[in-house]
Antibody, heavy 123, light 111 residues
Framework: EVQLVESGGGLVQPGGSLRLSCAASGFTFSSYAMSWVRQAPGKGLEWVSTMSGSGGSTYYADSVKGRFTISRDNSKNTLSLQMNSLRAEDTAVYYC????????????????WGQGTLVTVSS | QSALTQPASVSGSPGQSITISCTGTSSDVGSYNLVSWYQQHPVKAPKLMIYEGSKRPSGVSNRFSGSKSGNTASLTISGLQAEDEADYYCCSYAGSSTYVVFGGGTKLTVL
C-alpha cells in the first residue's frame, strides 16, 4: 500500500525558514517523480515544485522560485522541501504527491497524496 | 487568479448527470492531452479521478468520464450520488517552462 506521510509544518515568522519532509513507502520511490502541492486555507490547489525520480530534474512555481528548494534521498525514501524567506502568502497545507507514471516520466499526474502538513507564516 | 477557469459551483439531483468545464489556453489544455481531474472531500487529500483527459485509474467508478474540445476540458459525472458531493479540480501540463497549472476548483452540491 502506498503511503505518504508529511511532517515539519508549524508556525513560523515572516522571513523565517522551515523544512518539510515526506516519508514514502509501498512503492519503488526512486522510480517516480514527486511533487509538492499546497492549498491555502479555503482556497484551491497550487503546484509548488517537482523533482524527477533520479533527482536530476527540478521544477518550481514562479511564486517560490529562489526561495524554496526541493530534494530527495532515494536511499531513505524521503522527499523534502526547504522553505526560506517565508511570506504570509505561503501559509497553506502542503501535500506531498506521487506521480502516476514511473520510468523517468515527470508528467504532472498525481495518483497518491499525503494527508498534508500545515505551514502558518505569521508574526 | 487561477490559470485554468472552472465554474465556482455546480449542482444536481441524485441520479442526474452534471458536467464541469475547465477552460485553459493553447499553451496548456489545448496543446496537450494531459488534463487530470481531482476530487477533494472536506479536510481530505485530493484523489485522482481522471488522467490524460479521459482515462480512469483503477478503482474509480465508470460514472466519471473526461473529454476535451479545443482549449476546454470537461468532467462528467453520471448517476449522481450523495458521496460525489465534493470539490473538483482540473490540472493540465503546460510545457517545460510553466510545467503545470490547476483550475480554481468547482464545488459540486448534490441536492
Amino acid at each position: 500500500e502506498v503511503q505518504l506521510v508529511e511532517s515539519g509544518g508549524g508556525l513560523v515568522q515572516p522571513g523565517g525558514s522551515l523544512r518539510l519532509s515526506c516519508a514514502a513507502s509501498g512503492f519503488t520511490f526512486s522510480s517516480y517523480a514527486m511533487s509538492w502541492v499546497r492549498q491555502a486555507p479555503g482556497k484551491g490547489l497550487e503546484w509548488v515544485s517537482t523533482m524527477s525520480g533520479s533527482g536530476g530534474s527540478t521544477y518550481y512555481a514562479d511564486s517560490v522560485k529562489g526561495r524554496f528548494t526541493i530534494s530527495r534521498d532515494n536511499s531513505k525514501n524521503t522527499l523534502s522541501l526547504q522553505m526560506n524567506s517565508l511570506r504570509a502568502e505561503d501559509t497553506a497545507v502542503y501535500y506531498c504527491a506521487k506521480h502516476y507514471h514511473g520510468s523517468g516520466s515527470h508528467l504532472p499526474i498525481f495518483d497518491y497524496w499525503g494527508q498534508g502538513t500545515l505551514v502558518t507564516v505569521s508574526s | 487568479q487561477s490559470a485554468l477557469t472552472q465554474p465556482a459551483s455546480v449542482s444536481g439531483s441524485p441520479g442526474q448527470s452534471i458536467t464541469i468545464s475547465c477552460t485553459g489556453t493553447s499553451s496548456d489544455v489545448g496543446s496537450y492531452n494531459l488534463v487530470s481531474w481531482y476530487q477533494q472531500h472536506p479536510v481530505k487529500a485530493p484523489k485522482l479521478m481522471i488522467y490524460e483527459g479521459s482515462k480512469r485509474p483503477s478503482g474509480v467508478s465508470n460514472r466519471f468520464s473526461g473529454s476535451k474540445s479545443g482549449n476546454t476540458a470537461s468532467l462528467t459525472i453520471s448517476g449522481l450520488q450523495a458521496e460525489d458531493e465534493a470539490d473538483y479540480y482540473c490540472c493540465s501540463y503546460a510545457g517545460s517552462s510553466t510545467y503545470v497549472v490547476f483550475g480554481g476548483g468547482t464545488k459540486l452540491t448534490v441536492l
